[in-house]
C-alpha cells in the first residue's frame, strides 16, 4: 500500500469513467463546433485580481474556496475557480472583438474551489463552457441554454429540470437589492453568513441552503424588473416555449457568481443527489467592460463533467459507450517474432482502412505480439483481454506464406495468404 493518497477533494479518473469522460468530451466538441464556437485553453492560474474583480468579492468562490498562492517573484495568483473570467480575459488580450467576425468560444478544463468534498464535489473538477461574446438579444441566451441541452440530450440525460431567472439591470437592480435589504432586516435568525451577505451582497442571501425556509415571502426580482429587463426575459420565454424547451421560472435563482445581469439559468437532474445542479450560466452584459474591454453583451454557460456524468448513470450512456474490436496478435515460434512485431504495426497503421473495408463499426485496437509468453498463456491473454481476433504466426503455416486468424467467440481457425 502506498502511503501516498491523492490530496483531499481530488480523484484519479480511470477505468469505464476515463472513457466516459473522452466520449462526453467528444460529444460537447461536436456540438460547439456545430454551433460555431470555437475553442480557447486559458492558463490554469491566473492574476488573483481577475477573479476577485469578475467573481466579485462577497462571493463563496473568492471568500472562502480560491487556491491563491505567490509565485518565486511574489505575484498573486490564483487556480482558475471557473472559466468565464479567463475567457474575458484572453478575449480582451487578443481583440478578438476585432479579429472574430462572431464571438463564440468554448473550453474544457480543471477548475479549483477549496470547498467541503462530498458526491459531485471535487476541489479539482472538471468543467466544459461556452461563451457568446458581442449579442445583447434574447435568441443569443437560448441558443446557450439549447446548447447545454443539446449535450445533455446526446448522453440521454432528458430527465432535467432547466431553472430560469432574470436579476435585471443596472437600472432595476438595486430597488430588488433595497427591498431585499429592507425584507431581510427585520428577518429572524439569520446564518452567521447571511448576516454578513445582508450588509455585502443581499442577493447572495437567496442562496443560502440554511436560512433557505425562510425565504418563501422574500421579494422576487420579477416584481422588479425595468421595462427592458421585463421585455427581455418575456423574449426568452416566449422563444423556449417556441421550440417546445420546457423549464421553470425560479425566483430563488440567483446563482454564485457577481457578474450576471438578465438571464441565469440552471439544469438540475433529481439522479445526481443533493448537488443536483449539472449545468449552470447566464448573461454577463458589463463583463468585458469591467474586465477593461469594450461594452461587449455576452452570455455563456458551463457544465459539471463530472456531475453530468453521474446523471448519465442510468441512462444507457456507460453501456453504449464506444466498444472496441481488439485484434491480439500472438507468436507460436520466436524466430517469428519480428515478423509478427512488423506485422501488429502495420495492422496500427492501416487500422482505419481495414475498419472501413471490413465495415466494422468499432475501433480496432491491436494488442501483442509478446515475447517470452507460452502460447497458452499468449490465449489466455486474449480472452481476458475480449479480443475479437487472434492472428497466429505458426512456423509450419509461415513457411508456407500462411497465418492463422481466430474468431475468439467463435472458436473457429482460417487460413489466410500471409501478404493479403
Ligand atoms: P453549486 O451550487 O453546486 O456549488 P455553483 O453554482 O458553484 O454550483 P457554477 O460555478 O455555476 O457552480 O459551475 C457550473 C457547474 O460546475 C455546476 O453546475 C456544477 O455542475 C459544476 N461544479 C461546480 N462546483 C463544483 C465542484 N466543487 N465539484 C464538481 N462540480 C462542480
Ligand atoms: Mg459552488
Given at each position: 500500500m502506498?502511503?501516498y493518497k491523492?490530496?483531499?477533494g481530488?480523484?484519479?479518473?480511470y477505468?469505464q ?10 460529444i ?5 463546433r456545430k454551433h ?8 490554469m ?6 477573479f476577485t474583480?469578475?467573481?466579485g ?7 472562502k ?5 505567490e ?18 480575459r ?14 463564440k468560444f ?8 477549496y470547498e ?6 471535487y476541489r479539482?473538477?472538471?468543467?466544459m463552457g461556452a461563451?457568446y461574446?458581442?449579442n ?5 441566451d437560448?441558443e ?6 443539446e449535450?445533455?440530450s446526446k ?16 437600472n432595476?437592480?438595486p430597488?430588488f437589492?433595497?427591498?431585499l ?6 428577518t ?6 447571511c448576516k454578513?451577505r445582508l450588509e455585502?451582497n443581499p ?16 421579494p ?14 418575456s423574449i ?13 421560472v425560479d425566483?430563488?435563482?440567483?446563482r454564485?457568481?457577481?457578474y450576471?445581469?438578465?438571464?441565469v ?7 445526481v443527489g ?10 454577463y452584459?458589463?463583463l468585458?467592460?469591467e474586465l477593461g ?12 463533467s463530472e ?5 448519465a ?13 481488439l485484434?491480439?496478435i500472438?507468436?507460436a ?6 515478423e509478427?512485431?512488423k506485422?501488429?504495426?502495420?495492422l496500427?497503421a ?7 473495408k471490413?465495415n466494422?463499426p468499432?475501433q480496432i485496437?491491436?494488442?501483442g505480439p ?5 502460447l497458452?498463456?499468449?490465449f489466455?491473454?486474449?480472452?481476458k483481454?475480449?479480443a475479437k481476433?487472434?492472428?497466429?504466426f505458426g ?16 472458436k473457429?481457425?482460417?487460413e ?5
Amino acid at each position: 500500500m502506498s502511503q501516498y493518497k491523492a490530496p483531499r477533494g481530488t480523484h484519479d479518473i480511470y477505468g469505464q469513467l476515463a472513457l466516459a469522460l473522452e466520449e462526453l468530451d467528444k460529444i460537447s466538441r461536436s456540438v460547439f463546433r456545430k454551433h460555431n464556437f470555437k475553442e480557447i485553453k486559458t492558463p490554469m492560474f491566473e492574476d488573483v485580481a481577475l477573479f476577485t474583480r469578475s467573481i466579485g468579492e462577497a462571493t463563496d468562490i473568492v471568500e472562502k474556496e480560491m487556491y491563491v498562492f505567490e509565485d518565486r517573484k511574489g505575484r498573486k495568483l490564483a487556480l482558475r475557480p471557473e472559466g468565464t473570467a479567463s475567457l474575458v480575459r484572453a478575449y480582451i488580450e487578443h481583440r478578438l472583438d476585432m479579429e472574430e467576425p462572431v464571438g463564440k468560444f468554448f473550453y474544457c478544463g480543471d477548475m479549483f474551489r477549496y470547498e467541503r468534498p462530498q458526491a459531485g464535489r471535487y476541489r479539482e473538477f472538471l468543467q466544459m463552457g461556452a461563451e457568446y461574446f458581442g449579442n445583447p438579444n434574447p435568441n443569443a441566451d437560448v441558443e446557450i441554454i439549447l446548447l447545454a441541452k443539446e449535450i445533455l440530450s446526446k448522453l440521454n440525460i432528458n430527465d432535467v429540470v432547466i431553472h430560469i431567472n432574470s436579476l435585471g439591470c443596472a437600472n432595476c437592480r438595486p430597488i430588488f437589492r433595497q427591498k431585499l435589504i429592507d425584507y431581510f432586516s427585520s428577518t429572524q435568525d439569520l446564518c452567521e453568513d447571511c448576516k454578513r451577505r445582508l450588509e455585502k451582497n443581499p442577493l447572495r442571501l437567496l442562496d443560502c441552503k440554511i436560512d433557505s425556509c425562510k425565504f418563501q415571502n422574500a421579494p422576487a426580482m420579477k416584481d422588479c424588473l425595468c421595462d427592458d429587463c421585463k421585455n427581455h426575459f418575456s423574449i426568452v420565454q416566449a422563444l423556449l416555449q417556441s421550440v417546445g424547451c420546457e423549464y421553470m421560472v425560479d425566483d430563488k435563482l440567483v446563482r454564485g457568481l457577481d457578474y450576471y445581469t438578465r438571464t441565469v439559468f440552471e439544469v438540475r437532474s433529481s439522479a445526481v443527489g443533493s448537488q443536483d445542479a449539472i449545468c449552470a450560466g447566464g448573461r454577463y452584459d458589463n463583463l468585458v467592460k469591467e474586465l477593461g474591454g469594450q461594452q461587449i453583451p455576452s452570455v455563456g454557460f458551463a457544465l459539471g463533467s463530472e456531475r453530468v456524468l453521474m446523471a448519465a448513470q442510468n441512462t444507457g450512456f456507460f453501456e453504449n459507450l464506444p466498444k472496441k474490436y481488439l485484434v491480439f496478435i500472438a507468436v507460436a515460434d520466436e524466430d517469428l517474432f519480428n515478423e509478427a512485431f512488423k506485422f501488429a504495426n502495420n495492422l496500427m497503421a492501416n487500422k482505419d482502412n481495414i475498419k472501413q473495408k471490413l465495415n466494422l463499426p468499432e475501433q480496432i485496437i491491436v494488442e501483442g505480439p509478446f515475447l517470452n509468453k507460452s502460447l497458452k498463456s499468449q490465449f489466455k491473454l486474449a480472452d481476458k483481454l475480449e479480443a475479437k481476433k487472434t492472428v497466429l504466426f505458426g512456423k509450419t503455416e509461415f513457411e508456407k506464406n500462411k497465418i492463422l486468424i481466430k474468431d475468439m467467440a467463435e472458436k473457429t481457425q482460417t487460413e489466410f495468404e500471409y501478404n493479403d
